[in-house]
């Protein structure tokens, strides 16, 4: 089991980026995908979610400015992000847990973290 995350870069405030979150060893079928960040001298935090059901959910932070979606012929989630602000800047990653999204603020539950993918949001 196995993820791969991917998209990070620098990016100007009010800009977009689109992170990928590929799976392998495993199909996303059964599994949720939650997307966490974090910044220097910050906890983890969770960003969004999509479950096996396709249900998704997002921290008030980014509601409205990022999109999680999944292409399940590619096995891969991806978060869409526009409108970027210099407080999305973090290090970004992708994790896992069977079916739904529980607990998916903390990330507590999720595993197979990925290598994470660094957003930097500057002028």
């Known amino acids: 089991v196995q993820l791969q995350a991917s998209g990070g870069g620098l990016v100007q405030p009010g800009g977009s980026l689109r992170l990928s979150c590929a799976a392998s060893g495993f199909t996303l079928d059964y599994y949720a995908i939650g997307w966490f960040r974090q910044a220097p001298g910050k906890e983890r935090e969770g960003v969004s979610c999509?479950?096996?059901?396709?249900?998704?959910v997002y921290a008030d932070s980014v509601k409205g400015r990022f999109t999680i979606s999944k292409d399940k012929a590619k096995n891969t989630v991806y978060l869409e992000m526009n409108s970027l602000k210099p407080e999305d800047a973090a290090i970004y990653y992708c994790?896992?847990?069977?079916?739904?999204?529980?607990?998916?603020?903390?990330?507590?539950?999720?595993?197979?973290w990925g290598q994470g993918t660094l957003v930097t949001v500057s002028s």
């Open positions: 994790a896992t847990r069977i079916a739904d999204c529980w607990n998916w603020r903390t990330g507590a539950d999720f595993g197979s």
């Open positions: 999509i479950s096996k059901y396709d249900t998704t």
